[in-house]
C-alpha cells in the first residue's frame, strides 16, 4: 500500500527554527509537495522537489532523499502567523497526490 | 496565474436537498480537475478525478450516483451533493491542473457544506 508519515503536531516558539520530517512509501514517484493549510482555508503550494537535496525558498526550505523515502521541511525565524498545518504529499505513479495526515504546527510567543 | 475560484464559498441546506458546487480555472484551462473532502483535523481525501469531456473517476468508498461530478468544459467543473445528509457536512476543495502539465495542483478556497 502507499503511506505518508508526518508528526500529528509540533510547537515551537517565535523566532526559532522548526524541522517537519516526512517519511513516504508510495508506487512510484514524480515528485513531493509541501503545503501549507490554515485552518477553513484550502492548502498553498509551498515548495515541489523532485531531485535529491535542499530547496531554499525565503524563510522555508524543503530537503528530499529519494533513496530513503525522506522529506522534512525547515521553517526559520518562526512568527505567529505560521500556526497551521503543513501537509505533505507524493506525486506516485499515476500522476496522482498521496496526501499525508498533515502536521499541525502551534508557534509560541 | 493559475487562479481557481470555487462557489459558493459556504452554504447550509436542509437534509434530503440538493447541493451543486462549482469550481472554475479563470486564467488557465484545466485538463483535470480533482475533488477533496476534508473533515475537522483531517487531511485531504480524495474523492474523484474528473477529466473534460469524460466521465469522473471515483474513489473506492466515495458513492458516483450520491456525487455527480461534471466536467463540461476546460475551465469549469461541478460537484453535485444529492440527498445531502448531516454527515455529509465537510470542507470540499477543488484543484485543477493546467493543460500540458504533469505534476503541479491549483487549489481553489474551498466550500463549508453543512447539512442541517
Known amino acids: 500500500g502507499q503511506n505518508i508519515d508526518q508528526p500529528t503536531e509540533m510547537t515551537a516558539t517565535e523566532g526559532a527554527i522548526v524541522q517537519i520530517n516526512c517519511t513516504y512509501q508510495?508506487?512510484?514517484?514524480?515528485?513531493l509537495f509541501w503545503y501549507q493549510q490554515h485552518a477553513g482555508e484550502a492548502p498553498t503550494f509551498l515548495s515541489y522537489?523532485?531531485l535529491d537535496g535542499l530547496e531554499e525558498k525565503g524563510r522555508f526550505s524543503s530537503f528530499l532523499s529519494r533513496s530513503k523515502g525522506y522529506s522534512y521541511l525547515l521553517l526559520k525565524e518562526l512568527q505567529m502567523k505560521d500556526s497551521a498545518s503543513y501537509l505533505c504529499a507524493v506525486l506516485d505513479s499515476n500522476y496522482q497526490l498521496i496526501w499525508g495526515a498533515g502536521t499541525k504546527l502551534i508557534i509560541k510567543p | 496565474g493559475a487562479v481557481v475560484s470555487q462557489h459558493p464559498s459556504w452554504v447550509i441546506c436542509k437534509s434530503g436537498t440538493s447541493v451543486k458546487i462549482e469550481c472554475r480555472s479563470l486564467?488557465?484551462?484545466?485538463?483535470?480537475m480533482f475533488w477533496y473532502r476534508q473533515f475537522p483535523k483531517q487531511s485531504l481525501m480524495l474523492m474523484a478525478t474528473s477529466n473534460e469531456g469524460s466521465k469522473a473517476t471515483y474513489e473506492q468508498g466515495v458513492e458516483k450516483d450520491k456525487f455527480l461530478i461534471n466536467h463540461a468544459s476546460l475551465t469549469l467543473s461541478t460537484l453535485t451533493v444529492t440527498s445531502a445528509h448531516p454527515e455529509d457536512s465537510s470542507f470540499y476543495i477543488c484543484?485543477?491542473?493546467?493543460?500540458?502539465?504533469?505534476?503541479?495542483?491549483?487549489f481553489g478556497p474551498g466550500t463549508r457544506l453543512t447539512v442541517t
Open positions: 508510495t508506487s512510484g514517484f514524480n515528485g
Open positions: 522537489n523532485v
Open positions: 484543484s485543477a491542473r493546467r493543460l500540458g502539465d504533469n505534476y503541479e495542483q491549483y
Open positions: 486564467d488557465f484551462q484545466a485538463t483535470t
